[in-house]
């Protein structure tokens, strides 16, 4: 960071901190009434900009952390089952007795198991967020967000536009493709990049 002022050099590092270019100028030492405008003019400063990139590639290198290991981990939560982690069924049992037309009555209990941590695999394992246990020995199992996984996965294969959500002009609650697009399924493919 040698081709830098020392307050860019100082924003670089702020700013790989937490990624916030407001909080990043303010903390290099820029003044907080323009802070924001500072730090986005300094994002697109190209030696700035190349700056923050070839510390971003460095931090990668220490810590193995990749674009596609992130990615990775993101869709072992995003395409987690689980049935993986669980198994529950329903047990139909005669109770004993019989009701006035002489048909056995029933009782209908669920069961629900947890399988052993040895069976479960990695990738089911690193989606499970919580098991807890309540007083009375019910079990608690949580996975993490898939959604939020998955959108975050498609964001970063550029998977979405934004701007472009079918729209619903007729009120009748059925989206309708994008203008000048047939009602069939290729009509759709203007969502994606």
């Given at each position: 960071?040698?081709?830098?002022?020392?307050?860019?050099?100082?924003?670089?590092?702020?700013?790989?901190?937490?990624?916030?270019?407001?909080?990043?100028?303010?903390?290099?030492?820029?003044?907080?009434?323009?802070?924001?405008?500072?730090?986005?003019?300094?994002?697109?400063?190209?030696?700035v900009s190349a700056a923050i990139a070839r510390e971003r590639r460095e931090v990668s290198k220490r810590t193995g952390i990749t674009p596609e290991s992130v990615v990775s981990e993101l869709a072992k939560l995003g395409f987690s089952d689980i049935r993986k982690a669980i198994t529950w069924r329903s047990n139909v049992t005669e109770t004993g007795e019989e009701d006035e037309d002489g048909v056995?009555?029933?009782?209908?209990?669920?069961?629900?198991?947890?399988?052993?941590?040895?069976?479960?695999?990695?990738?089911?394992?690193?989606?499970?967020?919580?098991?807890?246990?309540?007083?009375?020995?019910?079990?608690?199992?949580?996975?993490?967000?898939?959604?939020?996984?998955?959108?975050?996965?498609?964001?970063?294969?550029?998977?979405?536009?934004?701007?472009?959500?079918?729209?619903?002009?007729?009120?009748?609650?059925?989206?309708?493709?994008?203008?000048?697009?047939?009602?069939?399924?290729?009509?759709?493919?203007?969502?994606?990049?």
């Amino acid at each position: 960071m040698t081709d830098l002022t020392n307050k860019q050099a100082r924003f670089v590092r702020e700013y790989l901190v937490d990624l916030n270019a407001k909080q990043a100028a303010i903390r290099a030492g820029y003044s907080p009434r323009s802070a924001e405008v500072e730090g986005s003019r300094l994002l697109r400063h190209p030696k700035v900009s190349a700056a923050i990139a070839r510390e971003r590639r460095e931090v990668s290198k220490r810590t193995g952390i990749t674009p596609e290991s992130v990615v990775s981990e993101l869709a072992k939560l995003g395409f987690s089952d689980i049935r993986k982690a669980i198994t529950w069924r329903s047990n139909v049992t005669e109770t004993g007795e019989e009701d006035e037309d002489g048909v056995p009555a029933t009782r209908v209990t669920n069961e629900v198991t947890l399988r052993n941590s040895d069976d479960i695999d990695d990738a089911t394992a690193a989606a499970i967020t919580e098991i807890s246990q309540t007083k009375d020995g019910a079990l608690k199992v949580k996975l993490a967000d898939k959604r939020a996984a998955l959108v975050d996965i498609g964001r970063h294969l550029g998977m979405f536009r934004t701007g472009s959500a079918p729209s619903d002009e007729s009120g009748d609650g059925q989206a309708k493709p994008p203008a000048g697009k047939s009602s069939g399924d290729e009509g759709w493919d203007g969502l994606l990049q």
